[in-house]
């Protein structure tokens, strides 16, 4: 019933807004989507991952790369996907069987993410190119290709902003949808063990390394396809991508939302870019500094996160009257 | 064989640079288990009182000596208002130190503008044949190992070092014994970040200030750290050399960016290799 009246409201929300309210809605999803992935990894398997965003960017730089170079934007989309998890696989492997702790790992995908922040900056020169697609350093690449419609024997047909946005949401409730049947699997049970009581799971018999590269790899791949839709949204990717508020920005969303629910994840996402693209673009300081306060008052004040906290807050307040109406 | 000095000098430098700068995450985060990713902006305060007292017609010596007091009260105060309310939350920890990490970036951006500010390096260069070489970066060095030597003692054979130490082994028996543990996780991690304000004001005048100046260290101290496992100072200081040597010959061969990259990638087959750190098979000590 639920997902029957979403699919409804999604198929329904392009007719009544206009259509800059459309392609930032569209971008968004591709957010939400880069959150999911942050909440599957960190809210059910327990590992706080600091590197989405570098799987993100790692993804709109494949799909870069992939789509100037074949002019395909869905080999495109495959190719950010496969890098991400590729990237994924080999961290996930060198720090899972390393048996790094969960702190050790949260700091290195942070370094991680930094590093490659770096190193794209330093690659103005024209000679960092791969095939057609110049890196481009601190402008960032651009003339990335459109998400498209390519079929065989026909000529491509660039998705037009609506479409694109039923793409978007469609690839949004699939990946939700499997998700949630994959924290349902006795795999998800697993890994939710492996949160609660690492070395206790593995005493049963199970392989936690294996487990938790799996779905590392996984979340991997979603941030990867996140960043291959970004990046054919707006034609346009940059290092900043991998800037330390971009990484903050993805744990803040998934924290506001509260983590360990999927819905969550999209809600914070989507409730973190309305207030700041409302707030106004005012300077990249001031959204520093908001940023940064708002995390040190979720971790301080909300632990478990902000909507729940607020829906807790609510459900108290509903009770309150009906509890005092009971004889004592 | 002047080349070959020159670049010896060269690595020492690069190791003694790394040391100096991760010896405050070492106490803070080898000692206390609190990983503070403020760390860099507490290097960047440290830096910003350097630029600040040579613009006020103070000398930069002056600077470095004030340095460390300045970021010493910014970790008190950070330590009474953040930090000691997330003991035991490790990663909790983590997420409130790095909002606090991009809070200051925006406060100092937003109060001395996105420049980078340069400070003219005191002291001239020596002539080694061909090469010339700053007397500055020989002072780096003899600040690192100054440090290095300051830190071992205090920890070794002052009293506050004692209960530091047995403060992190065991905070309720040191408590049974009539030490309060929070005054003395607050000192600690005052000297933490003191000593992190001190590393800051050292490379000021090699690097330029800017807002994002710690951005540029953090990486690689936290991976100094990590690779130095629970030996702390030690393990620091041989995690420093062995990084320290790859990063230099790596960037004496190609750029400096990709003796980031080869530290990193080095490190991180390490620590697969040895997860509990370099020297997670040492005996335990400080």
Request: glycine fraction near 14%; hydrophobic fraction near 55%; charged fraction near 5%.
């Amino acid at each position: 019933m639920l997902w029957a009246g979403v699919v409804l409201a999604l198929a329904a929300l392009p007719l009544s807004l206009s259509l800059f309210q459309v392609v930032r809605l569209t971008v968004f999803m591709v957010f939400c989507l880069l959150a999911l992935s942050l909440d599957l990894i960190w809210g059910f398997g327990g590992i706080l991952s600091f590197g989405q965003a570098a799987f993100f960017g790692v993804g709109g730089y494949a799909y870069g790369v992939a789509g100037i170079n074949t002019g395909l934007s869905l080999v495109a989309l495959v190719v950010s996907t496969a890098a991400a998890a590729a990237l994924a696989a080999l961290l996930g492997y060198f720090t899972f069987y390393g048996r790094v702790s969960a702190m050790y790992f949260a700091v290195i995908t942070l370094t991680v993410t930094l590093i490659l922040h770096q190193v794209m900056g330093t690659t103005a020169d024209p000679r960092y190119a791969i095939g057609a697609a110049r890196l481009g350093g601190y402008n960032g690449m651009t003339n990335i290709p459109s998400l498209a419609l390519e079929l065989p024997g026909r000529p491509a047909a660039v998705l037009e902003p609506v479409p694109l946005f039923y793409v978007v949401a469609g690839l949004l409730l699939a990946i939700l949808a499997l998700c949630r049947a994959l924290v349902a699997s006795p795999f998800g049970r697993v890994l939710a063990a492996i949160r609660e009581d690492e070395g206790r799971t593995e005493m049963l018999g199970y392989d936690v390394r294996w487990r938790k590269l799996v779905v590392f790899v996984l979340s991997g791949a979603i941030a990867g396809l996140s960043g291959g839709l970004f990046a054919g949204w707006g034609n346009f990717i940059n290092p900043q991508v991998f800037s330390l508020s971009q990484s903050a920005l993805v744990v803040i969303w998934v924290m506001v939302g509260g983590r360990g629910t999927l819905y969550g994840a999209i809600v914070g996402a989507l409730v973190v870019q309305f207030l700041t693209s409302y707030l106004g673009a005012a300077s990249v300081s001031y959204t520093s500094v908001a940023l940064g306060l708002i995390l040190v008052t979720i971790v301080l004040l909300f632990p478990r996160g902000l909507v729940p906290a607020l829906i807790g807050a609510l459900a108290r307040l509903i009770a309150r009257p009906r509890a005092a109406s009971e004889p004592a | 064989m002047d080349l070959l000095a020159v670049t010896a000098f060269g690595i020492v430098y690069g190791i003694a640079t790394l040391v100096l700068l991760a010896l405050g995450l070492a106490v803070i985060f080898g000692m206390m288990g609190v990983i503070n990713l403020a760390q860099g902006e507490f290097l960047m305060l440290g830096a910003y009182t350097v630029l600040l007292t040579t613009a006020h017609g103070g000398s930069v010596w002056a600077g470095i000596a004030l340095a460390p007091l300045v970021v010493g009260f910014v970790g008190v105060a950070v330590e009474r208002t953040v930090i000691r309310f997330l003991y035991g939350r490790t990663l909790d920890t983590m997420l409130a130190t790095w909002g606090l990490s991009l809070a200051l970036i925006g406060i100092v951006t937003l109060g001395f503008g996105p420049t980078t500010e340069g400070i003219a390096t005191p002291l001239g260069h020596v002539a080694v044949g061909r090469y010339s070489v700053a007397h500055y970066q020989g002072f780096v060095i003899a600040v690192a190992l100054g440090s290095l030597g300051l830190t071992w003692g205090l920890f070794n054979w002052t009293r506050f070092g004692l209960v530091a130490r047995a403060t992190m082994q065991n905070a309720s028996m040191v408590a049974g014994l009539g030490v309060n543990p929070s005054r003395v996780y607050m000192g600690t991690f005052a000297f933490g970040s003191a000593l992190a304000g001190l590393g800051g004001a050292v490379m000021a005048p090699l690097t330029g200030v800017v807002p994002t100046f710690g951005l540029a260290f953090i990486a690689k101290i936290f991976i100094t750290v990590i690779v130095g496992g629970p030996v702390i100072l030690l393990g620091t200081t041989t995690a420093g050399g062995v990084l320290g040597l790859v990063e230099s010959l790596v960037s004496y061969a190609s750029t400096p960016i990709y003796g980031q990259v080869a530290m990193l990638v080095f490190a991180i087959v390490l620590l697969r290799l040895l997860p509990q750190g370099i020297s997670g098979f040492w005996r335990r000590g400080v």
